[in-house]
């Protein structure tokens, strides 16, 4: 069964770092998301992102988040300058189209910022 | 009312019974809906699509009610395995934007 990859699966950074998170997104899907779970909170969602660009983003995505879809593979949200309330699950998903279809989540990254 | 509203629970139940969720959404143009399972720090997993009065798949069974913009999601004979955070999940706008209850925790003992 095709699933959605993330690596790595869990990233340890100091505040200030860039991190990178990857993703791999189910094969024949064409809108791709990141989420954000902070320990014990709700998932949250962060960005869209449809034909080599942003469909949507929320507040929490400012100017040092950022989203790229460098070949026809890979998915990758770069945090440019971490904080420590960046520390969450980051999650990838994918799917075929984007309204009333299944999201299919990979398993997450943990991301914590010391 | 906040988007998507949920008894953080926890719920606990005998191996066997018969268990209710209940989620209440803000968005009255919601169109679709979604039950969610999430086990801990996995990621969720869709169980249930919703798009007409209900769904029934096997022990679960989801209910929606436009008209007090209420979802349910019922488990008959709970198994250990149910144990779970289920998420009440409603799409938002065009973009495939998903808004996510905070759970309702479900723990089912022997």
């Known amino acids: 069964e095709p699933e959605v990859t993330q690596t790595p699966s869990h990233q340890v950074t100091q505040m200030g770092q860039e991190v990178i998170l990857r993703c791999v997104p189910i094969?024949?899907?064409?809108?791709f998301y990141w989420y954000r779970q902070i320990l014990g909170q709700k998932v949250e969602f962060l960005v869209s992102f449809y034909n080599n660009e942003i469909s949507e983003k929320s507040e929490i995505f400012d100017d040092q988040f950022s989203v790229e879809r460098p070949d026809g593979s890979n998915f990758t949200l770069k945090i440019r300058s971490t904080k420590l309330e960046d520390s969450a699950m980051y999650f990838c998903a994918s799917s075929q189209d984007r309204v009333d279809n299944e999201q299919f989540f990979g398993p997450g990254t943990r991301l914590t910022v010391l | 009312r906040k988007e998507v509203e949920q008894d953080p629970g926890p719920f606990n139940v005998p191996e066997g019974a018969t268990v209710a969720f209940n989620c209440t959404y803000s968005n009255s143009a919601s169109q679709s809906f979604f039950w969610y399972r999430q086990d801990c720090r996995k990621e969720p997993k869709l169980l249930m699509s919703?798009?007409?009065s209900g769904n029934e798949d096997g022990r679960f069974t989801a209910q929606l009610n436009r008209a007090s913009q209420y979802i349910s999601l019922l488990i008959r004979d709970s198994k250990l395995s149910d144990s779970a955070t289920y998420l009440c999940v409603v799409p938002s706008g065009n973009t495939g934007k998903l808004i996510f209850g905070q759970g309702t925790t479900l723990q089912v003992k022997p």
């Open positions: 094969s024949n899907h064409l809108y």
């Open positions: 919703v798009y007409s």
